[in-house]
């Protein structure tokens, strides 16, 4: 197997697009199954150099702020609150002189307020900076808390959670989880796919089938949403790290400073994912004002969306119509030439029911003449 260079990106001094990305192809060498990991990698190499194109201080701002939360909240060193375990009969916020924070350390309480303040200031700079993706955020900062107060109720019954936990104990985490993925899949992430499908067949229609093909690539969301999952592991293992520290009763308590580094890494990487996640969508369509919805919430909004047609070919000769198609999303299909067979299919791939190879040429039934099957649509009349 011969060894393959690294693709590198087309240095301009315009953004380089997805497409002028080469693939590497190495684990498709291995698997031929394996291809999409290759478009997958591709596709985060790409992120990553967006990443570090257009990312600015006020991203690592918002990255500082994230890292000074977590590690104000988690310091104990020379203070002891936590690693004491506190003092479980007094509790809460509002609640007078037996109130859980009036009875806290002083530096712990400085701290504490520091690490709020920090978190505020965090979600703030996501909300101003990004406009078009503020609902969507939202949600997914809804979906963390859910995930936190999980994992408080689960460790309240069952300090060792996951060890020795019941039925009970479980039921929380699953739920929440089940909360969060709703919110951050099934809502933001279809909000943003469907906007950016929207955007694709109305921006950037064009007669050439092979000019939309590159325009779906450019604007794939799948490393984005490999993101969404990705965050949601890591949202887990920060929350559980943090409750699981401080979760036993004084007496029994080992405060562990390994738990509380993991809690640190994977939040602030968690972090990172959650602004990489916020940023991308107002990256790739914020320039356009478009907002980031559903296809049922636009209906339901009262939003007229024009569904572009499907459209048939013509032959670029006698302009008779040809059986080549145009589909609504921009993509040409062909039926096939076995005899008898009734599927069809892109030119130049196989047909969807025999794999006999769809033809990239076209015979007119009229003139007779053969001609390439993009050169049957978007021909305009002389006259």
Known sequence: MEDRKEPEPIES??????????????????????????????ELRYVAYLVGRFWGSKEVTMIFLSLSGLVLGSWDIGIGELSSGGDYNRWGLIGGEDSGILHMEDMALILTLLSVICWISFIILLWTSYPIMRENMTYMVIGMIFVQMGYI????????FPTGAGLSGWVWVIVVNLVMLFLSVFVVRRAVVET????????????????????????????????????????????????????????DLQFSNLLVIL????????????????????????STGVRIQSTRAREVAGETIQQRKSEQGKCPVCNNQTSATMEATGGISVPCSKEGCVGKGAAGSNCELCETKIPSRIVCVNCGSSTP???????????
């Not at 192809?25 to 990991?37: E, K, S, Y």
């Not at 921006?203 to 794939?220: C, G, L, M, Y």
């Not at 099957?373 to 002389?382: D, I, Q």
């Open 263 to 286: 809690h640190v890494l994977t939040g602030l990487f968690s972090s990172g994912l959650l602004l990489t996640i916020i940023w991308f969508p107002e990256f790739m369509l914020g």
């Open 373 to 383: 099957v993009g050169s049957h649509f978007g021909r305009v009349e002389a006259w």
């Open 153 to 160: 109720r689960a460790h309240s019954e069952f300090p060792n």
């Open 13 to 42: 001094d315009s953004m380089a697009r997805l497409s002028d990305f080469s693939v590497s192809g190495r684990f498709r060498d291995i698997n031929d199954r394996l291809a999409p990991v290759d478009s997958i990698i591709t």
């Open 196 to 251: 950016r499908d929207i955007h694709v067949q109305q921006r950037h229609f064009h007669p050439d089938p092979r000019v939309i093909e590159r325009a779906w690539k450019d604007h794939s969301l799948v490393a984005w949403s490999l993101a969404i999952g990705i965050w949601a592991v890591f949202i887990n293992l920060s929350f559980w790290s943090s409750t699981h520290a401080v979760a036993p009763s004084p007496g």
